[in-house]
T-cell receptor, first 113, second 113 residues
Framework: GAVVSQHPSRVICKSGTSVKIECRSL??????MFWYRQFPKQSLMLMAT?????????EQGVEKDKFLINHASLTLSTLTVTSAHPEDSSFYIC?????????FGPGTRLTVL | AQSVTQLDSHVSVSEGTPVLLRCNYS??????LFWYVQHPNKGLQLLLK??????LVKGINGFEAEFKKSETSFHLTKPSAHMSDAAEYFC???????????FGAGTILRVKS
């Protein structure tokens, strides 16, 4: 079946630094990928839609200058959390559609000290 | 706008007894509905999906869900709970513009021995 990977699985960084998270579709191409954020004991919230070859589409309330998304190829989307602060600590999950199905990555747990 | 309400934040059942996780949706058109499961420290796994075919959808691990348009419900059931079913379950509806998903708040299922 289709597989989506994320790297890293876990990252701890200091406040003010930037962190890049990669999302790869391993055996299929995805012109669109989605980035979600999940705070502890809460549901997944869609942050943005990553579009290959064009700008990402951000959901209301998500700062595009803070969460930079680059869909560099048909199998790779990156999310960069710029100038991270403790309130950005969360579980970030990506997904990629293949046909009528969505495939989710295993998630990246970000902890900002 | 599409939305999903999971009526119980926590459900506790004894091993071997039936499971019922309730979900109501709101959609201005005929929706696609999903149930996903998330085990601790694991990625999301698709249990089943409804896409306007049969109203009773069978999924993996013995789970099934019934789409009831008149009640705008999509409850998840399993005849006999297993210890390995303990996890968080998300009811999800697709948004009209291409593959975007809206997640419910989640229901944590606890299975007692």
């Amino acid at each position: 079946g289709a597989v989506v990977s994320q790297h890293p699985s876990r990252v701890i960084c200091k406040s003010g630094t930037s962190v890049k998270i990669e999302c790869r579709s391993l055996d299929f191409q995805a012109t669109t990928m989605f980035w979600y954020r999940q705070f502890p004991k809460q549901s997944l919230m869609l942050m943005a839609t990553s579009n290959e070859g064009s700008k990402a589409t951000y959901e209301q309330g998500v700062e595009k200058d803070k969460f930079l998304i680059n869909h560099a190829s048909l199998t790779l989307s990156t999310l960069t959390v710029t100038s991270a602060h403790p309130e950005d600590s969360s579980f970030y999950i990506c997904s990629a559609p293949r046909g009528v199905w969505q495939y989710f990555g295993p998630g990246t747990r970000l902890t900002v000290l | 706008a599409q939305s999903v309400t999971q009526l119980d934040s926590h459900v506790s059942v004894s091993e071997g007894t039936p499971v019922l996780l309730r979900c109501n949706y709101s959609s201005s058109y005929s929706p696609s509905l999903f149930w996903y499961v998330q085990h601790p420290n694991k990625g999301l796994q698709l249990l089943l999906k409804y896409t306007s075919a049969a109203t009773l959808v069978k999924g993996i691990n013995g789970f099934e869900a019934e789409f009831k348009k008149s009640e705008t419900s999509f409850h998840l059931t399993k005849p006999s709970a297993h210890m390995s079913d303990a996890a968080e379950y998300f009811c999800v509806v697709s948004v009209s513009e291409g593959n975007k998903l809206v997640f419910g708040a989640g229901t944590i299922l606890r299975v007692k021995s």
